[in-house]
């Protein structure tokens, strides 16, 4: 099985490897640069896994989206606010792909849902940092991380790949920050940030890709 996927799916199993495998590098003592390259593997590799076959349309937003993600991951490891810049930057992309597949008439809870997505989130983050001034931040980058989750729950991808994965990614978000105040000291803290990150990502682009493929928009994912 792992055979047939690295031979069908080669930059999709790339990814898997790298992903997966990225916290056992904290154990390691790597070059800075090296590090970095790790962590921004596991996303970016998905660029490539958008862009295997097909280089338009929504395969295009898809990969800039990754590749904008993966910008973030490594940025983050030199400063937090170009970090934060590159995947708001993502968040913008993913948001106008999302809006391009709108769920035509979602249903009332579905939107509430959404709505609260939208604004509970935000609200969190900011009184998650111990330092105030974080705060502010945490809830301005936050709702750009929420407003795009809220219009992958509200698009036509399937909510239990596409919209869950998105979720995952503001639950992770929302660790970071609880990370700089309530769960300082909790050690499994990072780990859960990575998969759940990682694991959100690479739910959402293979939940869009395999939709597509579906659509008849694309021979082979």
């Known amino acids: 099985m792992t055979k047939d996927l690295a031979h069908k799916r080669p930059w999709l199993f790339a990814s898997l490897l790298f992903g997966l495998s990225y916290p056992f590098s904290w154990q390691l003592a790597l070059p800075e640069y090296a590090a970095i390259i790790w962590k921004m593997a596991g996303v970016g590799l998905l660029t490539g896994y958008a862009l295997r076959k097909h280089h338009s349309g929504e395969f295009v937003l898809l990969a800039a989206v990754m590749a904008f993600w993966a910008l973030g991951d490594g940025l983050l490891e030199l400063d937090m606010v170009w970090g934060a810049i590159a995947f ?83 639950i992770s978000d929302l660790l970071i920050f609880a990370r700089m105040g309530p769960l300082a000291e909790a050690g499994w803290v990072s780990l859960a940030i990575w998969y759940l990150y990682y694991g959100g990502v690479l739910m959402l682009a293979t939940g869009v890709v395999t939709t597509m493929v579906k659509r008849g928009h694309y021979s082979d994912a």
């Open 88 to 170: 708001a930057i993502g968040h913008g992309v993913a948001i106008a792909l999302f809006l391009r597949h709108r769920r035509v008439h979602p249903v009332l809870s579905q939107k509430l849902l959404a709505i609260a997505l939208l604004l509970v989130a935000p609200l969190i983050a900011f009184f998650l940092p111990i330092d105030h001034m974080w705060g502010m931040q945490a809830a301005v980058y936050t709702l750009f991380v929420a407003a795009m989750a809220s219009m992958a729950w509200n698009s036509n991808f399937p909510r239990y790949r596409v919209g869950i994965g998105a979720v995952a990614f503001v």
